[in-house]
């Protein structure tokens, strides 16, 4: 028996899903396309930061979360926590990510020392870490010696920038040393 033709309605719904399904494509990496053509010695081989951080995303406007049909904004939203829960825990897990070699004090901003001058001990006074809730990852907050610390307990103002840096902290395994 033949279909009876579409409404209007009922063609709106599927443009819409149409619309959907390639907004939900556009959150997936795009697959590599046959033969890869070799890139030319000029080419560096090391992606920019700013260039890895941009696609496969695309951030949808504040319209496209209005108007997609709910499920999809459910489904996008899990994906998105889902993508970010992994890339925080293996990022955490990378030597690379919290590294105290990259330590630099928080009152002078002089690099501060892993190991302590003497062979004991770490290269800093105390340490603060912290969770910052906009990558997901732990960071830790040093200051490199006595005077600093002094500096540091005497000014209320970076009392209060440090309060600000770790604002939404979960635990601070290490305070005060
Ligand atoms: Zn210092």
């Known amino acids: 028996m033949p279909r009876p033709p579409l409404t209007d309605a009922q063609k709106d719904v599927l443009r819409a899903r149409l619309a959907n399904a390639r907004a939900a494509k556009a959150l997936l990496p795009p697959k590599p396309k046959g033969p890869r053509v070799p890139r030319s010695k000029a080419t560096p081989a090391t992606t920019p930061v700013v260039a890895a951080v941009a696609p496969p995303y695309a951030v949808w406007t504040e319209s496209q979360w209005l108007t997609s049909h709910v499920d999809l904004c459910k489904q996008r939203l899990a994906l998105l926590k889902s993508d970010f829960e ?32 003497s062979g004991r001990g770490p290269g ?11 990558t997901g990852l732990y960071e ?34 290490e305070a005060a040393a």
């Open 86 to 117: 992994t890339g925080a825990k293996i990022v955490g897990q990378r030597g690379d990510s919290n590294d105290p070699r990259s330590y630099s004090c928080f009152v002078c901003a002089n690099p501060v020392a892993e190991v302590n001058p």
């Open 124 to 134: 800093w006074v105390w340490k603060h870490d912290y969770l910052n809730t906009r």
């Open 140 to 173: 830790s907050v040093v200051i490199c010696n006595q005077h600093c610390h002094t500096v540091y307990v005497n000014d209320t103002r970076l009392q209060l920038k440090l309060k600000d840096l770790i604002r939404g902290e979960v635990s601070a395994p």
